[in-house]
């Protein structure tokens, strides 16, 4: 769930694999171009790497319920459609199980729909810290360390 890669640094950095379910371009009303190009087409939930791959791994899922499907944001970011409970669970559950022992995952969340307690309810751990962040303080970022 790379998305358009928005807080990368170097969204072409050699040590990092973007995966994504999508792989598209658009033009945002503004005439800036949006690209969702990611390296590995693939989606949360199944993640295509065998188990303990990674040392670090960054979770960064849509996290609106809100959003139209041709909204900037859901083109920039993608939605939570349906279940999306199962949807974050079963993407906790992969995450962790492509990284190392005490491997760290990043997780990005913002709360304009839903709390960050709703969400850490689906997570088979709690994180170890987490640092919220934005002009309206609604994205959380938590880092927890996988056992073992």
């Not at 890669?5 to 009303?29: C, G, Q, T, Y």
């Not at 993640?47 to 920039?76: C, Q």
């Not at 949807?87 to 906790?92: K, P, S, V, W």
């Not at 170890?128 to 970022?141: E, P």
């Amino acid at each position: 769930c790379c998305g358009s890669r928005m807080f990368w640094f170097d969204r072409e950095n050699p040590l990092a694999v973007f995966i994504n379910k999508r792989d598209e371009s658009h033009v945002l009303s503004d005439g800036r171009d949006l690209l969702v190009s990611p390296d590995v087409v693939g989606d949360f939930t199944s993640i295509p790497f065998p188990d303990e791959t990674f040392s670090l791994v960054v979770f960064d899922p849509p996290h609106m319920t809100s959003l139209g499907e041709n909204s900037w944001l859901a083109r920039k970011y993608g939605r939570l459609l349906g279940d999306w409970r199962c949807e974050i669970r079963e993407g906790f559950n992969e995450c962790f199980r492509v990284l190392k022992p005490n491997g760290v995952l990043v997780f990005k969340w913002n709360e304009t729909d839903v709390k960050l307690s709703e969400v850490l309810k689906l997570a088979p751990q709690s994180p170890l810290f987490g640092h919220t962040t934005g002009r309206q303080a609604k994205t959380v970022w938590c880092c927890f360390m996988k056992c073992g």
